[in-house]
Every structure is written in structure tokens, then in C-alpha cells.
């Protein structure tokens, strides 16, 4: 089957800095490709999705970026807060099913 | 706000037994889908619902079967535990209305298999 790969496991964030997050997919045909947060004990949260024909789309203090030359989609956190330290993972969408990857740790420093 | 529950937050099963996870959602949504979860690997689809009494396999559905006889409610089903399936097992709801992109997840529920 296809893969969703986040490159970095685990990313330290000092407070107040911005954080990018990264993932890279290989399934072209994908319709949207979506970023969850998952706090602990939590389920996945919804953050906010892109569709295949954008390159950017901006929500709350979050950016998604999807570069498709090189299958590579990033989460961009504005001044990130503590609350933000979570796991977050990238999906891509396929009909009704998601495909996620491995999911990074982001740790905030206070 | 969308609630998803899960029968159990934590369960310890013997191999060999029958075991099952049940799954209420109650905001009316018409897909359903069960999840494993395992350190490194993410969340892998195990099943979804997407109909009452319909369902589809996903990526990993072997050692699993599901029930949706109530729109609301989805049953994964491990018909012989196996130490294998020791995991976090998360089920989630969306609605056919968008795209559908936001699935909503219950707490999971974490089952070791002995």
C-alpha cells in the first residue's frame, strides 16, 4: 500500500518560536491530505486539512504547506505554546480512508 | 460537541478468548472506522462502516471482524485474542457531509492480550 512518512520522530520547540513540522507521502492520487494532534490519553484531533489542488491553506496560528513536485507536505505553529506539545500525525485521503504516518512528538520548552 | 465513546479505557484479556470493543458515536454519522495504534507504525485501519450492517476491510483486518447493526454503534470483534493484538485500539465517526476529512476519535482503548 501507499506510505505517509513524517522524517523526524520527535522535534523540541523552545516556547514562543514557530515549529514546522514534516511529512512526505507517495500516493499521488490522493485527494487531501490532513494533520491531526494527538495529546496523551487523547484520540487524534483534527487540525486542518488541504486539498490536492492548493499549496497553502492558513487556519489558526497553523499553516499547511503541500509541495507536490516533491510529495512533501509541512505544518507550520506560529508562537507555539505549551498546549501544542502533543503528537501530531499527517494522513492522506483516499475515498473514505485515511492513511497516517508514524506521527512526530513535538516537546514545547518552557 | 461530537462524542465518540469506547466501551473500556483498559482491558487485560487471556489468549484464546473472545473479546469485544465497542464504539457509540452520537452525532448521527454515517461512516465509522476502527484503529490500532502502535509505537512507530501510527494508526493502521483495521475496518470501517460506512451503511449500517456495511462494512469494508481495511489495511490490517486479519484476526478481526466487525458489527454494525445500529448506526451508532460499531463492534470490533476479536474472535480469538492473540498476544499480537496487545495494542491501543481507536475507533473514530465522520459524516458524509464535505469532504469529510475530519474523523472524530474516542479516548481509545488500550488491551493487552496475556
Known amino acids: 500500500g501507499e506510505s505517509v512518512g513524517l522524517h523526524l520522530p520527535t522535534l523540541s520547540v523552545q516556547e514562543g518560536d514557530n515549529s514546522i513540522i514534516n511529512c512526505a507521502y507517495s500516493?499521488?492520487?490522493?485527494?487531501?491530505f490532513i494533520w491531526y494532534k494527538q495529546e496523551s490519553g487523547k484520540g487524534p484531533q483534527f487540525i486542518i486539512d488541504?486539498?490536492?489542488?492548493?499549496d497553502k491553506r492558513q487556519g489558526q496560528r497553523v499553516t499547511v504547506l503541500l509541495n507536490k513536485t516533491v510529495k512533501h507536505l509541512s505544518l507550520q505553529i506560529a508562537a507555539t505554546q505549551p498546549g501544542d506539545s502533543a503528537v501530531y500525525f499527517c494522513a492522506e485521503k483516499d475515498d473514505y480512508k485515511l492513511s497516517f504516518g508514524a506521527g512526530t512528538t513535538v516537546t514545547v520548552r518552557a | 460537541d461530537v462524542k465518540v465513546t469506547q466501551s473500556s479505557r483498559y482491558l487485560v484479556k487471556r489468549t484464546g478468548e473472545k473479546v469485544f470493543l465497542e464504539c457509540v458515536q452520537d452525532m448521527d454519522h454515517e461512516n465509522m472506522f476502527w484503529y490500532r495504534q502502535d509505537p512507530g507504525l501510527g494508526l493502521r485501519l483495521i475496518y470501517f462502516?460506512?451503511?449500517?450492517?456495511?462494512?469494508e476491510k481495511g489495511d490490517i483486518p486479519e484476526g478481526y471482524s466487525v458489527s454494525r447493526e445500529k448506526k451508532e454503534r460499531f463492534s470490533l470483534i476479536l474472535e480469538s485474542a492473540s498476544t499480537n493484538q496487545t495494542s491501543m485500539y481507536l475507533c473514530?465517526?465522520?459524516?458524509?457531509?464535505?469532504?469529510?476529512?475530519?474523523?472524530?476519535f474516542g479516548p481509545g482503548t488500550r488491551l493487552t492480550v496475556l
Open positions: 488541504i486539498r490536492s489542488n492548493m
Open positions: 473514530a465517526s465522520s459524516s458524509l457531509a464535505g469532504a469529510g476529512n475530519e474523523q472524530f
Open positions: 500516493n499521488s492520487a490522493s485527494d487531501y
Open positions: 462502516s460506512y451503511d449500517v450492517k456495511m462494512k
